[in-house]
T-cell receptor, first 113, second 113 residues
Framework: DSGVTQTPKHLITATGQRVTLRCSPR?????VYWYQQSLDQGLQFLIH???????AKGNILERFSAQQFPDLHSELNLSSLELGDSALYFC????????????FGPGTRLTVT | DAKTTQPTSMDCAEGRAANLPCNHS???????VYWYRQIHSQGPQYIIH???NNETNEMASLIITEDRKSSTLILPHATLRDTAVYYC??????????????FGKGTTLSVSS
């Protein structure tokens, strides 16, 4: 158990819909990262928040957005869903100093039908 | 971040040492080598990291060549639970707030009895 929690575990929805994925980082971790893992693209970085502020963006689509709240939990919002958005979505939190390792949650499996 | 090259797959007998190689010939002086693994769709798990000295922890050992162009992750006594995809990642050590992990395709290690 990494200490990072993600809800829900599974999500099945239809094309065109909007969903919200939630992540609670480990106690004391200020950084939250979101990653997407699909069969054809592998693990890809989406976005990084540090203490409520966006720090870096990766391959995140404009239909996707995220935020980190004052209690440090984070939400990833996916809208106008397409079949290709079906994937595992992982959240990770990071220690605030060396060696900067990231602790990953169990993931949310999104299926778009 | 420097690019890494890993074999697609490797096999190992249970109880034997598993030696997973990684080439990172374009690594810069300020870049560290990190290893993570992912067991069957679970969230990736941090294993170890190093700069130029060999490192050992309770999970594994990391051997980095003197020119730093390659490294080997060693699992000294592999068990069936070590069957996973192993990712070698090279990244600049963050000064603050951390940086995202850029995953390649990794090496699928299969441990058999």
């Amino acid at each position: 158990d990494s200490g990072v929690t993600q809800t829900p575990k599974h999500l099945i929805t239809a094309t065109g819909q909007r969903v919200t994925l939630r992540c609670s980082p480990r106690s004391g971790d200020l950084s939250v990262y979101w990653y997407q893992q699909s069969l054809d693209q592998g693990l890809q970085f989406l976005i990084h928040y540090y203490n409520g502020e966006e720090r870096a963006k990766g391959n995140i689509l404009e239909r996707f957005s995220a935020q980190q709240f004052p209690d440090l939990h984070s939400e990833l919002n996916l809208s106008s869903l397409e079949l290709g958005d079906s994937a595992l979505y992982f959240c990770a939190s990071s220690v605030a100093g060396p060696p900067w390792e990231q602790y990953f949650g169990p993931g949310t499996r999104l299926t778009v039908t | 971040d420097a690019k890494t090259t890993q074999p697609t797959s490797m096999d190992c007998a249970e109880g034997r040492a598993a030696n997973l190689p990684c080439n990172h010939s374009t690594i810069s002086g300020n870049e560290y080598v990190y290893w993570y693994r992912q067991i069957h769709s679970q969230g990736p798990q941090y294993i170890i990291h190093g700069l130029k000295n060999n490192e050992t922890n309770e999970m594994a050992s990391l051997i980095i060549t003197e020119d730093r162009k390659s490294s080997t992750l060693i699992l000294p006594h592999a068990t069936l639970r070590d069957t996973a995809v192993y990712y070698c990642i090279v990244r600049v050590h963050p000064v603050q707030a951390g940086t995202a992990l850029i995953f390649g395709k990794g090496t699928t290690l299969s441990v058999s009895s």
